[in-house]
């Protein structure tokens, strides 16, 4: 079992669905986790939830797409928890519109959060482990949907292609500083964004039968994942993109 004891995680996006996922089991490990997330209510009810495992949680409202509100959360949470041992960026947002109806605005809307929101979360992490000079892990979270042609989905699927390239540039920058930087790439999974799809019988019925394992995640699958990829042991896997989707994009 790998013991994260005293590893200070933080998981944007972790209030809900597969960051709180993720969030739990770091905390399961024993690390202590920061919940970087816009709504301070959902926020506190998921640190509560972390902090009944019996670890220290810290609830921070953050918009991810505003860099004087990252440098400002990174600061709180490394004066509550320590120094910074691993870093989630998860937070996003979907939109479900075929590109050739796509305005530039809804396009704009999404690569704020996907990319800029990504990248600005990931610099201010990089930037911390270099300073700390202590290594670390940098977690860049993506989706299938770069991984094919994901009609009705073109501006989020493209924005997650971007972070597959940003999580395999970061793994190259920074690896003589000792930090891995690996994405994952999830699968379908059950939460709250996507309720109306899996209420959708023929969507439900199309995705699983092209599932090998024939259904979808939930978000409790992702907590050893994330332990995995947070672990501080795990010093020569960098620049790896791991792929958790029961099987879809090989079938």
């Known amino acids: 079992m790998i013991d994260l ?6 998981v944007t996006g972790g209030n809900s669905g597969l960051g709180l996922g993720m969030a739990l ?5 024993g690390a202590n986790v920061s919940i970087w997330g816009r709504n301070a209510e959902r926020n506190a009810e998921a640190a509560a939830q972390v902090a009944a495992l019996g670890v220290q949680a810290l609830p921070v409202e953050c918009d991810v797409t505003d860099e004087k509100d990252i440098a400002a959360a990174m600061n709180r949470t490394i004066e509550s928890l320590g120094p910074l041992g691993c870093m989630v960026a998860n937070a996003g947002i979907a939109g479900e519109t075929k590109l050739v109806d796509t305005s530039l605005d809804e396009w704009h809307r999404i690569m704020r959060v996907n990319v800029d929101g990504v990248f600005l979360t990931a610099r201010e992490a990089g930037r911390r482990f270099v300073a700390q000079d202590t290594g670390g892990s ?5 989706s299938t949907a770069s991984r094919f042609g994901a009609g009705g989905l073109g501006a989020y699927a493209t924005s997650k292609s971007a972070v597959v390239g940003m999580g395999r540039t970061f793994a190259v920058e920074l690896a003589r500083h000792r930090v891995r930087a690996n994405v994952l790439i999830p699968g379908w999974t059950r939460t709250a964004m996507n309720e109306h799809l899996q209420a959708d ?3 439900m019925a199309a995705t699983t039968g092209r599932t090998p394992v024939r259904r979808w995640a939930t978000a409790d699958e992702f907590e050893k994942v994330a332990v995995f990829l947070a672990d501080p042991s795990q010093t020569f896997h960098t620049g790896n993109e791991v792929v958790v989707d029961g099987g879809y994009c090989i079938f």
């Open 201 to 203: 019988e023929r969507f």
């Open 138 to 142: 940098l977690v860049l979270v993506s």
């Open 25 to 29: 089991g770091v905390a399961r490990a």
């Open 5 to 10: 004891t005293g590893l200070h995680v933080v």
